[in-house]
């Protein structure tokens, strides 16, 4: 039995002006280790979950309720306790610093490391990131990357100070499919390496169920359900949960249009 | 406007804008007659007596007129001078941000030109060589000043051209140039009328500072005039220089704190829409 | 015998990236005929935003000629071009950036009614209210300013816009990409109905081949700017013969109930 990471207590989030609540009352458990897949579509909180987890709420936002860390015992430290991963590759890297400066001044904030072996790490980090050629990858800045590239270069700094918690807020949506299912493997595989917990945000069922432990919907501020990826998947207990399930689409589902004979 | 008016700065600055508005629209009825005549007795000081509420200068000037009709100056001034000023800077922001290559770099080596020189040095020079009438008041402060929304506007205009909103219009047939007027100027616009309030305040102070030296309009009581005219007995009733410096200030203040409020009140809208 | 509508050949055009010169589409050729929707697939850069822009000329060719209607495309321009712009039109990736910020949903629909007199003044509103109408929105969305409008319906104005005009071609550029998952799939059925309805030809580009499927009768592969497999869309998907094709099936996320 896993200890829990965090608990969240009837967390609720207003932003400064708003008269809606951004999250209502959540109630969750995340355990330490796992990885748990944050599923919503625009408007249901999942963002703002993120940023509240990762102390990123801009100025005026009101947050009620509670936020434990058992795991930690006290609230996380940016960079040391969790990294977090954004949606867009192209603005959350400073495009005027080199790619190795980015990912060493974690190592060397964080861990107190010296530059010459933050600079190691570094370049080790874009090894297990499997960015080719990494004694090259240092010295280059990020506009030399493409998107993909500068997504795995974000989640090595994310991982620099050797965090306990990784956090990654759409990750993969500003990618293509091909790319998406890449760093997907990768966040599976580091995550499992380095004992991790993950928390996956994402507006895609599909893509998290194929590596998560865990999955919680949320919808319009408020937490529909969360339980292991098979009982929710098998048998939803919400029509939304089940309606989401229903608008999957694959290869297997069937075309909208006709065929037409060839 | 509402937005504006819950920022602490816009309601500050409205408020001193309007009093200033409201002096130098009212100045014939508050002040019958020519602030420049010979009122009453010499160096009056204010608050002594009722009819001079701030006193007189050395020549026997109501002081208090000298006031409210130098608002007008500044005030007439100040808009004309900025307003002439952006026009010319969106109109040539715009050319060079439409037409791009060689004539977009001859139109910004001009605008580097007049950046370049000190613009109230360049409207001393102009008014020092040309004269000293209102209008050309009003010309030799908007050259100083028009290089700034010049080249705001053709930053926007580069910006707003690659967005997909313009791509739509042009595959939706729209002629070239309804394009640039209906949907690429419009939303050109806030940041340059943003900077349209420093300039206001700027040209207060270049008027000011040219009628101090001596190269405003004879004719007509500015603030910087009276200020000037105060040097003599700055020791012995400073009020006479100290008045008009103080609503010189005022009015700055009143300018910046607006554009401030402004400033928050749109940007707000931009965060807004994310 | 089945019309083409619309035939690209060797269309090619680089880029001077550092120095050196990429090729983001190389001898790019397709065909769509009248009526048929070709599905575009590819990773990013793989070409498929430059080609799309090169077609509705927003963009110039370095080589390579397209004609639509039976006439070259590529050599018209300022007023004729302007005027036959109103049979190819495009719905754009970003449903917010596509409209001017400070529209209302009328005056969006309104513009290309007025450029290409498709109605006159006092018809106008009747014509809007009818194309809202047929892409699933009300009369009384006409007056909002397309900004308070969820992303979904911001596309589906966009869609009224393109179908204005009356085009017999549609490019669609990531159309759905933007949209939430529960919304996509009513987009996608909108977007087949248009065509079983109004017999225009679609040219829908993705890099989900899922999305792609659903509405293509034949789907083109591209991959760093050439086009390295054709043919019709379920034999495609069923048995992808180029590396681009098959990485593409591969990657396309399904339900996975019992993870290991």
Redesign the interface.
């Known amino acids: 039995m896993r200890g829990i990471f965090c608990s969240l207590r009837q967390l609720s989030v207003t932003y400064g002006r708003g008269r809606n609540a951004a999250l209502d009352g959540i109630d969750l458990d995340i355990a330490a280790g796992e990885r748990l897949a944050i599923i919503g579509?625009?408007g249901s909180g999942k963002s703002t979950l993120a940023r509240t987890l990762g102390g990123l709420l801009p100025e005026g936002a009101k947050v009620g309720g509670e936020m434990l860390w058992p795991g930690l015992g006290h609230p996380p430290r940016p960079g040391r306790d969790f990294g977090f991963v954004f949606q867009d590759p192209g603005s959350s890297l400073n495009p005027v610093l080199t790619i190795g400066e980015q990912i060493a001044e974690g190592a060397r904030h964080h861990l107190g490391f010296s530059w010459k072996q933050a600079y190691a790490r570094a370049e080790e980090l874009l090894g297990r990131v499997r960015i080719p050629q990494p004694d090259k990858a240092m010295r280059a800045f990020p506009h030399q990357l493409?998107?993909g590239q500068r997504q795995r270069v974000a989640i090595a700094a994310a991982i620099a100070a050797k965090p306990a918690l990784l956090i990654a807020d759409e990750a993969t949506s500003a990618?293509?499919?091909?790319?998406?299912?890449e760093i997907v493997r990768l966040l599976d595989g580091l995550v499992r390496e380095d004992g991790m917990t993950l928390l996956f945000i994402t507006?895609?069922?599909?893509?998290a169920?194929?590596?998560?432990?865990r999955i919680a919907v949320f919808r319009n501020a408020r937490l529909v359900e969360a339980g292991s990826?098979?009982s929710v998947?098998?048998a939803p207990k919400s029509d939304y949960t089940a309606?989401?399930?229903a608008?999957?689409?694959?290869?297997?589902?069937p075309?909208?249009?006709e065929?037409?004979a060839? | 406007m509402s937005r504006l008016l819950r920022t602490p700065e816009g309601v500050i600055g409205f408020a001193i804008l309007l009093v200033l508005l409201s002096a130098g629209l009212l100045a014939p009825i508050l002040s019958p007659g020519d602030p420049l005549k010979i009122a009453g007795r010499a160096l009056l000081t204010p608050f002594t007596d009722p009819a001079f509420p701030l006193g007189t200068d050395r020549l026997g000037r109501d002081v208090l007129a000298g006031l409210l009709y130098g608002a007008r100056t500044s005030l007439a001034v100040g808009l004309a001078a900025a307003f002439s000023a952006m026009v010319l800077g969106l109109c040539v922001g715009m050319a060079a941000g439409f037409a791009g290559g060689l004539v977009d770099e001859a139109l910004m080596r001009v605008v580097d030109a007049f950046q370049i020189v000190p613009a109230f040095l360049l409207a001393l020079a102009f008014v020092s060589t040309i004269g000293v009438s209102t209008p050309i008041i009003v010309i030799a402060i908007a050259l100083g000043t028009w290089a700034d929304p010049a080249r705001l506007t053709r930053a926007q205009v580069l910006a707003i051209r690659e967005q997909d909103y313009v791509a739509s219009a042009r595959v939706i047939g729209m002629h070239p140039a309804e394009i640039a007027f209906r949907e690429i100027l419009p939303n050109a616009l806030p940041p340059v009328l943003a900077l349209s309030a420093t300039i206001v305040a700027g040209a207060i102070l270049t008027e000011a500072a040219l009628s101090f030296l001596g190269l405003g309009n004879p004719n007509i009581a500015t603030w910087g005039s009276m200020i000037a005219e105060g040097r003599s007995v700055l020791r012995s009733a400073s009020y006479l220089s100290v008045i008009p410096g103080a609503a010189l200030a005022m009015t700055v203040l009143g300018v910046h704190l607006f554009s401030e409020g402004l400033g928050k009140a749109l940007g707000d809208n931009g965060a807004r829409a994310a | 015998m089945i019309d083409t509508l619309l035939s690209i050949e060797d269309l090619s055009k680089g880029f001077s990236s550092s120095g050196r010169r990429v090729a983001a589409l190389d001898n790019v050729s397709l065909t769509i005929a009248a009526g048929?929707?070709l599905g575009l697939v590819g990773?990013?850069?793989s070409g498929k935003s430059t080609l799309s822009r090169i077609l509705l000329r927003l963009l110039a060719a370095d080589a390579g000629s397209i004609r639509f209607e039976g006439a070259d495309w590529l050599a018209l321009d300022g007023a004729p071009l302007r005027r036959r712009r109103a049979h190819m039109q495009m719905v754009f990736q970003d449903p917010l950036a596509a409209f001017n910020p400070l529209a209302t949903v009328s005056a969006v629909l309104d513009d290309p009614l007025r450029i290409h007199g498709i109605a006159a003044k006092n018809q106008r509103p009747g014509e809007i209210a009818t194309l809202l109408e047929r892409v699933g929105l009300t009369a009384d969305h006409a007056a909002r300013p397309v900004r308070s409008l969820?992303?979904g319906q911001r596309q589906r104005v966009a869609i009224a816009r393109a179908i204005a005009t009356r085009p017999s071609l549609l490019v669609l550029d990531e159309a759905v990409s933007a949209l939430?998952?529960?919304?996509?799939?009513r987009i996608?059925?909108l977007l087949?109905d248009l065509?079983k309805e109004q017999g225009i030809a679609c040219l829908f580009i993705s890099?989900?081949?899922?999305?792609v499927?659903?509405?293509?009768?034949?789907i083109a592969v591209m991959d760093s700017g050439r086009i390295v497999e054709t043919g019709?869309?379920?034999a495609v998907?069923a048995a992808p013969q180029s590396d681009a094709a098959r990485?593409?099936?591969?990657?396309?996320?399904?339900?996975?109930?019992?993870?290991i």
Do not use: C, K, Y
Request: hydrophobic fraction near 45%.
């Open positions: 579509e625009s493409s998107g990618l293509d499919v091909v790319v998406q299912a507006h895609d069922i599909a893509l169920s194929g590596f998560v432990d990826v098979r998947l098998s309606a989401l399930i608008s999957h689409r694959d290869l297997t589902t075309p909208l249009i065929e037409v060839s | 048929e929707t990773a990013s850069g969820s992303g939430d998952v529960t919304v996509r799939g996608l059925e087949v065509q890099h989900d081949l899922a999305v499927r659903a509405v293509s009768h034949r019709p869309a379920a998907v990485a593409l099936v591969a990657a396309v996320p399904r339900l996975v109930t019992d993870p």
